[in-house]
T-cell receptor, first 115, second 111 residues
Framework: EPEVTQTPSHQVTQMGQEVILRCVPISNHLYFYWYRQILGQKVEFLVS????????KSEIFDDQFSVERPDGSNFTLKIRSTKLEDSAMYFC?????????????FGDGTRLSIL | QKEVEQNSGPLSVPEGAIASLNCTYS??????FFWYRQYSGKSPELIMF????GDKEDGRFTAQLNKASQYVSLLIRDSQPSDSATYLC???????????FGTGTRLQVTL
């Protein structure tokens, strides 16, 4: 069964450094998402992306965050200058919307630890 | 603030029993409702989704939706120890829109 893949599985970074999290969505999916989950808390939406532009973003997704689809397969989340509070699991998700309201499928996540 | 509320649990049920997980949501514009299972340290895994009022069954799982009461539930029949996980309720308001998650209910299936 096709799946969303994320790399790396764990990223340790010094505060203030830039980090790029990578995702390969399911190949025929058209909509891409990033969510995060701080340890012990609920899954929170960050951003959605369609047709090479941001569709929607949350208050969390400030100027320090950016997303890009640099080629036909990868979807990346960049945090420009990481803070301690950015430590969380980051999940990429994708969906196909040929039929409306198709579910989002999640990758295994990247655990980001900011020191 | 559009909220999705779940009892955090833990909900403890004996093996073979029915587990009933509940979720309420505040946004009347919500259109689609999803149940994800999340094992500790892992990613959300889709269990079921439902759009229309009533029941939807898939194997041991039944999702129930009541839009008038803004209530969605998940029943797990013949619960197994492997069902022990946190169950996340998520809603969205339309095509390709973001998911809003509840905090999840931790289910423990005991031998």
């Amino acid at each position: 069964e096709p799946e969303v893949t994320q790399t790396p599985s764990h990223q340790v970074t010094q505060m203030g450094q830039e980090v790029i999290l990578r995702c390969v969505p399911i190949s025929n999916h058209l909509y891409f998402y990033w969510y995060r989950q701080i340890l012990g808390q609920k899954v929170e939406f960050l951003v959605s992306f369609y047709n090479n532009e941001i569709s929607e973003k949350s208050e969390i997704f400030d100027d320090q965050f950016s997303v890009e689809r640099p080629d036909g397969s990868n979807f990346t989340l960049k945090i420009r200058s990481t803070k301690l509070e950015d430590s969380a699991m980051y999940f990429c998700a994708s969906s196909v919307e040929i039929i409306s309201n198709q579910p989002q499928h999640f990758g295994d996540g990247t655990r980001l630890s900011i020191l | 603030q559009k909220e999705v509320e779940q009892n955090s649990g833990p909900l403890s049920v004996p093996e073979g029993a029915i587990a009933s997980l509940n979720c309420t949501y505040s946004d009347r514009g919500s259109q689609s409702f999803f149940w994800y299972r999340q094992y500790s340290g892992k990613s959300p895994e889709l269990i079921m989704f439902i759009y229309s009022n009533g029941d939807k069954e898939d194997g041991r799982f039944t999702a129930q939706l009541n839009k008038a009461s803004q209530y969605v539930s998940l029943l797990i029949r013949d619960s197994q120890p492997s069902d022990s996980a946190t169950y996340l309720c998520a809603v969205n308001t339309g095509t390709a829109s973001k998911l809003t998650f509840g905090t999840g209910t931790r289910l423990q299936v005991t031998l």
